[in-house]
């Protein structure tokens, strides 16, 4: 371990402000003459990705954060992040750069998906628990986005502003709440400013708040590129820049402002000294410098991933019983829907990586229809389509080896020089190829420009029209048999491809293709250098290619309707997809984009018996809600998504999953709705306190599926309601009996309710939750222990600390925010206030 203090002795200050920014993207800096090694972080929101965009050592994915609080299960949720250990050690990574605890403030937010509930205490108790498992492995995790960062729009620059009260029992609760329950080493700060001040270099937030009132001893690093000053980030204990190469630390500029006493010497030995301390931390690990990243193909890890997805759906509705199937009942079943042979593990932006393995939902529904027999018939047509551009079709093309995948081939020299000289070869299990972290021998450390041709065959299953598109950063030229089909080179138009719309519109073409001939096809790229439009990134670029058959929306939808109308029962899998969903923009509505509404209604005039799959990270609109009979949330499910919605279809999984968000009727209902985005660089929380379902109740307004519900296919009876107020806790204990006749899984959810209080509050808040397992006629006891403060406590503005009054409160026992089975009460006998954890 390294002796900080003697090495802040040592340490030149051109060594120290060296150690307060990134070396490069993943990677501290380090010192070798004094032994201080270098610490390697990776993106983390739903799987640890390692430090490779570009072909990178293939990842587990997990469900995404919204599904996995809505598991309800803090065990689990511990194991979770057991396992994210793990996968961050079998890829060298020191430090995962998650969870996410903002607040899904509204259903727009891009990022929704990544964080985990509208409520803070759900939130802050699932952050909790998923860094006490990461860091049970030894890896450090970084708590983010440290604050307010609850939308996409304008987000490096946005300003935020809300009241005292808000800040405090909302988007501060989950921090506060994390902080006090796991300690996680290192906490990264939000790109947004609060009243006028970017957080990265607020002394209140960062020195008031963080340090001196909740007492927080970790390191504090920036958002990738959200820093903003010099002094002013130092002097408020931003301690780490990221990423390197520094843009603000440079040492000449640093070392002039300490030696004109601009920054004084003690701000900076304190920045370097939890520097210093990030790397003891990691150091604990015991992870060498030259690491060769593996996969982790544990079947334990499997298997948890796929507990975790199950637990994770949610069933909305089960009108007559239609779930659970029979596998080995004698029937027709159609599988349709957009989603149905996609894989929507993940939200896009840095929650994207090469997953493992991906299993369909078609792929999961077949698998288990196999294990009754030869029973079910089944059907399958897409019905609709969802891709905002042409898909991914890596695992339709065959590479040149003869495995499923695409030839990348790199060069120094363009397509039309002969004899080019050829860089690296690769293979690749994708069409969508984005070079921001590609590295070669061959190559200069700075170089931008090259070239590279990617190839693979392809065997159409029929005969007809196909479309051919790409669109790139820098230049591209798709080519079926040597014959230029889509020109991006010579022509282009800027549009919104890469992240944060860095590329050129998808330039598309129409093909005559023959079932079962084999194609050649070709895209030939150049980096970003080459391009016309979109010259001012300086990154190698990339190029997304694709193609599907070309056919309308009204045909595939009669082609579904016909399908339907011949089949006992129908599986639509629907919902959104990265495209939809993703860092760098927010939604514009919560609709379902395309024909998807219009095959749910078609489908359910001809067909009685149809079950629907949502996948989504946030809410959306299901006009069709009251035309079908069975309904299940499915969000983003990882690498199992396909085996977890056929365990919970067919019975295998009881579901158990309550959600982590309120579903309204329609988005202009949401509190946020009026107040959402940026206007002119600027945001107002006008809702105040009240988010989510506490803002439903409190005007009254009628909900799809309200906050914390969830169907069972077993029953339960809740009883015997038992609550002792000690001197500083509550203990809140109740009977839970599984009444049915399927072993199952129920969610004790405690809120509070204060009989009066000195200001307006929430009709009821979440305090406290638990989840039991029973089996049937199983009955439990449960006690939820609760600190008085955190049960009763409102923010002082006047005072601005904690305020607890003295009084009644009702306790409030129920399985869903719209659902309180149980009532009783307790009293305090003294107001006080407080501050701190």
Request: glycine share 8%; hydrophobic share 35%; charged share 25%.
């Amino acid at each position: 371990m390294l002796d900080i203090e003697n090495l802040i002795e040592q340490l030149t200050l051109e060594e120290k402000i060296s150690l307060l920014a990134g070396k490069d993207f993943w990677h501290t800096v380090p010192i070798p003459r004094l032994n201080i090694p270098s610490v390697r972080v990776s993106d983390g929101p739903n799987g640890v990705r390692g430090i490779k965009f570009f072909n990178g050592v293939p990842s587990n994915c997990f469900t995404c954060g919204t599904g996995m609080a809505s598991t309800w299960n803090k065990d689990l949720l511990k194991q979770a992040g057991q396992l994210m250990g793990q996968e961050a050690k079998a890829r060298g990574v020191h430090c995962i750069l998650g969870p996410t605890c903002n607040m899904a403030r509204s259903p727009l937010g891009g990022r929704t998906f990544e964080s985990y509930s509208e409520d803070p205490v759900l939130s802050g108790f699932a952050a909790a628990k998923i860094i006490e498992g990461i860091q049970d492995e030894k890896v450090l995790a970084c708590l983010k986005h440290f604050v307010c960062n609850d939308q996409e729009d304008f987000r490096k620059g946005v300003d935020t502003f809300l009241t005292e009260r808000a800040l405090r029992e909302v988007y501060l609760k989950p921090f506060q709440i994390a902080i006090r329950d796991s300690n996680p080493k290192t906490l990264m700060t939000a790109y947004n400013k609060i009243d006028g001040e970017h957080v990265s270099q607020s002394k209140r937030f960062l020195q008031d708040i963080l340090r001196e009132e909740w007492g927080y001893e970790g390191t504090t690093m920036s958002d990738w590129f959200g820093t903003y000053s010099i002094k002013a980030a130092l002097d408020a204990g931003l301690n780490l820049e990221m990423p390197g190469p520094t843009r603000f630390r440079e040492v000449l500029q640093t070392a002039h402002k300490v030696y004109s006493n601009e920054i004084h010497m003690d701000v900076i030995d304190e920045n370097v000294r939890k520097i210093l301390k990030f790397v003891n931390e990691g150091l604990k690990i015991g992870i060498g410098e030259n690491i060769v990243e593996k996969e982790n193909d544990d079947p334990a890890a499997e298997a948890l991933l796929r507990q975790v997805g199950d637990e994770s759906i949610v069933l909305l509705k089960n009108e007559n019983n239609l779930l659970p199937l029979n596998k080995s009942e004698k029937q027709s079943i159609a599988i349709m829907g957009p989603n149905a042979k996609a894989t929507q593990d993940s939200g896009g932006g840095s929650a994207s990586m090469a997953v493992r393995y991906k299993i369909t939902p078609y792929d999961g529904i077949m698998k288990k229809i196999k294990e009754g027999g030869d029973n079910i018939v089944t059907e399958y047509t897409i019905g609709a389509l969802l891709d905002k551009n042409l898909p991914d079709v890596g695992t339709s093309l065959t590479n040149k080896d003869g495995e499923t995948g695409v030839t990348a081939t790199f060069y120094k020299d363009a397509p039309e020089v002969t004899d080019r000289r050829v860089i690296e070869r690769f293979n690749l299990s994708t069409s969508k190829l984005f070079l921001a972290d590609f590295k070669s021998p061959n190559l200069d450390i700075n170089e931008l420009l090259y070239y590279a041709d990617f190839e693979g065959s392809f065997v159409p299953e029929e005969t007809g029209t196909y479309i051919f598109g790409c669109s790139c950063l820098g230049t591209a030229q798709v080519f079926i048999d040597n014959k230029l089909i889509v020109d991006n080179k010579t022509k282009q138009v800027r549009g919104d491809a890469f992240f944060l719309g860095m590329g050129t519109r998808e330039e598309l073409a129409e093909v005559q293709l023959t079932k079962g001939q084999k194609y050649e096809i070709r895209v030939e790229f150049g980096t970003s250098p080459t391009a016309l439009v979109a010259k001012e990134f300086k990154e190698p670029g990339g190029v997304f290619f694709g193609f599907r058959y070309k056919s309308t929306p009204e045909e595939e939808l009669s082609k579904a309707v016909e399908i339907a109308k011949k089949t006992d029962k129908v599986i639509l899998v629907v919902g959104l997809s990265k495209e939809w969903e993703s860092e760098g923009f927010d939604r514009p509505n919560i609709d379902i984009p395309g024909y998807t509404n219009k095959l749910i209604e078609e489908v359910c005039k001809v067909n009685k018996n149809v079950i629907i799959i949502n996948q989504s990270g946030a809410p959306v609109a299901m006009p069709w809600a009251s035309k079908v009979q069975s309904i299940l949330q499915a969000w983003y499910g990882g690498n199992e998504l396909g085996n977890t919605m056929a365990d919970v279809i067919f019975g295998d999984h009881n579901p158990s999953g309550k959600l982590s968000l309120t579903f309204p009727n329609r988005v202009e209902d949401n509190p946020s709705f009026l107040n959402f985005g940026s206007t002119n660089g600027k945001v107002w929380y006008g809702e105040d306190v009240y988010i989510g379902y506490r803002f439903y109740e409190k005007t009254k307004k009628d909900v799809l599926w309200p906050f914390g519900f969830g169907l069972s296919y077993t029953q339960f009876e809740f009883s015997n309601l038992k609550v002792v107020a000690k001197e500083d806790v509550v203990d809140v204990t109740v009977d839970v009996k599984n009444t049915g006749d399927k072993e199952g899984g129920e969610v004790i959810q405690l809120y509070i309710s204060p009989v009066d209080s000195a200001i307006p509050r929430p009709v009821k808040e979440l305090k406290n939750f638990d989840k039991v397992l029973l089996k049937p006629n199983e009955s439990k006891s449960v006690t939820i222990t609760t600190s008085i403060k955190e049960l009763t406590s409102y923010w002082d503005g006047y005072k601005n600390k904690w305020a607890s009054d003295k009084g009644e409160y009702k306790v409030l026992i129920g399985n869903s925010s719209d659902n309180i089975l149980l009532e009783d009460k307790f009293e305090t006998t003294k107001s006080f206030n407080w501050l701190g954890l």
